[in-house]
């Protein structure tokens, strides 16, 4: 018999791995004050980006030295700019277990062309960092999105190096200490653990990827899009608001809101605090069930954001087809959307927890996964 359809339901089903679920309570109406249809470069848009840098700043606690920029194309526009403004002048290591991490390896490899030494893990296991070489200049993601593997902390990248580190850490920004001295550039999109729009990523330089900018021309044309000095000096104003190319004003003002919804529950203490618990709500119940497991293998590796599970019984003939049943029952219940693995990821489920989606929200569903596993399981037995 199916197990009994769960009393209770997630009152926000939305755990897609990005954009991801809004701040609680969401509402337009929160953006009322946005400036549309100003220019960004008149006082009011210049203001609201600069807002947003310095706010991110303080609730990242970000060193006063390092530069901030709104730059365009997501997270994903952000690592390419400090990729194809950076590397080359030394050696490089790609560091990848994950897709996005392996996105990363084929621009070095096969788009720039450069020689680099290249670690890669597979899904649910990490790197070996004590073997990486910091002289030379090293790329990675903090947490992988779409593997739920992430840096447990950053011991093993030393302070003296002479390479610089280069940081993707999309889905980790606000969830996660990230150690500021360790790391030279770091990117991260407002659609993730801040549950803002797409198309607009954060690039944030240390004062190691300043000098890089400025020291060194890459052998590649760069376009307009990617460039960040004028004259051989770093373009300031890129990091004071002055945006490379037109932001959408609607989209700054939902970051502003998340901001300061962020600042009104404690910061990034309480962020942190907000996506550990419904990590934990997650893993609890896996830890009960015999028939599902966290793709991470080791507990100091998993993500308290994108929580990537796998399905272990005997009796699942075909894992893809499986996975993709239960995600479609949940889905037609209303009480998860789009929680199914990655595309290039083993099949399974990818629950977002970051901060903006509430515990008990997570809490609700455990019942409901379990629910549509043994209908699935029923189902498939039964067509047997």
């Known amino acids: 018999m199916v197990t ?7 009152v926000n089903p939305r755990f897609s791995s990005g954009p991801c679920a809004k701040l609680p309570d969401f509402s337009l109406d929160m953006l009322a004050d946005a400036a549309l249809g100003r220019s960004h470069r008149a ?3 210049k203001a609201k980006l600069k807002a947003a840098i310095e706010t991110t700043r303080e609730i990242l606690g970000v060193p006063a030295d390092y530069r901030i920029g709104i730059v365009p194309a997501s ?13 080359g002048a030394r050696g490089v ?7 996005f991490g392996a996105g990363w390896v084929t621009d070095v490899v096969k788009q720039l062309k450069l020689d680099a030494t290249v670690r890669e893990a597979p899904y649910g296991e990490i790197v070996d960092f004590g073997a990486v070489d910091f002289d030379k200049d090293v790329v990675f993601t903090w947490n992988g999105t779409t593997s739920g593997v992430r840096l447990p902390n950053g011991d093993a990248i030393p302070a003296e190096r002479a390479g610089l580190t280069i940081c993707d850490a999309t889905s980790a920004a606000f969830a996660m200490d990230l150690p500021w001295d360790k790391l030279d550039v770091v990117t991260f999109s407002w659609q993730k ?8 990523g954060m690039l944030i330089l240390g004062p190691r990827a300043v000098e890089r900018l400025e020291s060194y021309s890459p052998a590649w044309p760069l376009p ?3 460039r960040m000095t004028k004259g051989g000096k770093l373009n300031e104003g890129i990091f004071e608001g002055a945006t490379i190319n037109t932001p959408s004003m609607l989209a700054v003002e939902d970051y502003l809101v998340a901001l300061d919804w962020a600042k009104s529950i404690g910061g990034l203490p309480k962020l942190i605090e907000r996506s550990t618990a419904n990590f934990r709500a997650v893993q609890d119940f896996v830890d009960t069930k015999p028939w599902i497991e966290n793709l991470a293998v080791d507990p100091a590796t998993r993500s308290n954001t994108s929580v990537c599970l796998k399905f272990d019984d005997a009796r699942i003939k075909d894992g893809a087809a499986f996975a993709k049943a239960v995600a479609k029952r949940l889905e037609k219940e209303g009480v998860a959307y789009d929680i199914g693995a990655y595309r290039d990821a083993p099949a399974g489920l990818r629950i977002w927890c970051g901060a903006t989606v509430e515990t008990a929200d997570v809490a609700a569903l455990m019942p409901w996964i379990e629910w549509a596993f043994e209908a699935e399981i ?3 037995t039964a067509a047997a």
């Open 4 to 10: 009994a359809t769960p009393a209770t339901r997630p």
């Open 224 to 226: 307009k899009i990617f």
């Open 378 to 380: 029923e189902a498939q």
């Open 193 to 200: 653990v801040m549950g803002g729009e797409g198309a607009h």
């Open 43 to 45: 006082a009011i848009g």
């Open 75 to 87: 997270d994903t526009g952000a690592v390419e700019m400090a990729m194809w403004s950076m590397l």
């Open 93 to 99: 290591e790609m560091l990848a277990w994950e897709s």
